[in-house]
């Protein structure tokens, strides 16, 4: 299948700080990607779809401001997690469609980031 | 709207015995499900679809889903499982109109006791 490529796996920042987080599709072109947040024990809540050469389309409740998004090329997208606060750890998990938005298509994620702010 | 519902937090099964880990949908139009698996700290790994045709779909691992429209389900099955199969299993539903946006179940944890 599709690879992924999230890196970092897990980072550690002091409260205050930014950190980007990179998704890269390896094997395939990404025109969208998405971004999700896990919390421990919790499904996947969906933060924002980014899209190459335009602007990310947030979710509702997500803070555009907070967490930026740039979709730089039809491989890579970052997330950065701005002024981060110990509230903002958590598991970040990218993913991106195959199938060129047929229906037959698949999402394939990547490996997720760990983000803990102290 | 599109959503799916997986009704049991956790599903607990011996190793060798049938699993079974339940998930129902909700849609507009026709229906395309999917079952992801996650292991700790790890990010999705997707484990079989269904697009259209048999009922019956096989997936990664000796996993297997059945599609039932009249009850709305999707429920993954294996007829045998392995310890290694203790992980966190998402169902999810692709939107109607958007193709590349999916919806993801709460998730169910299984685990299998040797």
């Known amino acids: 299948g599709a690879v992924v490529s999230q890196h970092p796996s897990r980072v550690i920042c002091k409260s205050g700080t930014s950190v980007k987080i990179e998704c890269r599709s390896l094997?395939?072109?990404?025109?969208?990607m998405f971004w999700y947040r896990q919390f421990p024990k919790q499904s996947l809540m969906l933060m924002a779809t980014?899209?190459?050469?335009?602007?990310?389309?947030?979710e509702q409740g997500v803070e555009k401001d907070k967490f930026l998004i740039n979709h730089a090329s039809l491989t890579l997208s970052t997330l950065t997690v701005t002024s981060a606060h110990p509230e903002d750890s958590s598991f970040y998990i990218c993913?991106?469609?195959?199938?060129?938005?047929?229906?037959?298509?698949?999402?394939?994620f990547g490996e997720g980031s760990r983000l803990t702010v102290l | 709207a599109q959503s799916v519902a997986q009704p049991e937090d956790q599903v607990n099964v011996a190793e060798g015995n049938p699993l079974t880990v339940k998930c129902t949908y909700s849609?507009?139009?026709?229906?395309?499900l999917f079952w992801y698996v996650q292991y700790p700290n790890r990010g999705l790994q997707f484990l079989l679809k269904?697009?259209?045709?048999?009922?019956l779909v096989k997936g990664s691992y000796g996993f297997e889903a059945e599609f039932n429209k009249s009850q709305t389900s999707f429920h993954l099955k294996k007829p045998s499982a392995l310890v290694s199969d203790s992980a966190l299993y998402f169902c999810?539903?692709?939107?109607?109109?958007?193709?590349?946006?999916?919806?993801f179940g709460s998730g169910t944890k299984l685990n299998v006791k040797p």
């Open positions: 993913s991106a469609p195959t199938g060129g938005g047929w229906a037959t298509g698949e999402l394939f």
């Open positions: 094997d395939f072109q990404a025109t969208t």
């Open positions: 980014s899209n190459e050469g335009s602007k990310a389309t947030y």
């Open positions: 849609v507009s139009g026709n229906p395309y």
């Open positions: 269904y697009i259209t045709g048999d009922n």
């Open positions: 999810a539903v692709r939107d109607g109109v958007n193709f590349n946006k999916f919806y």
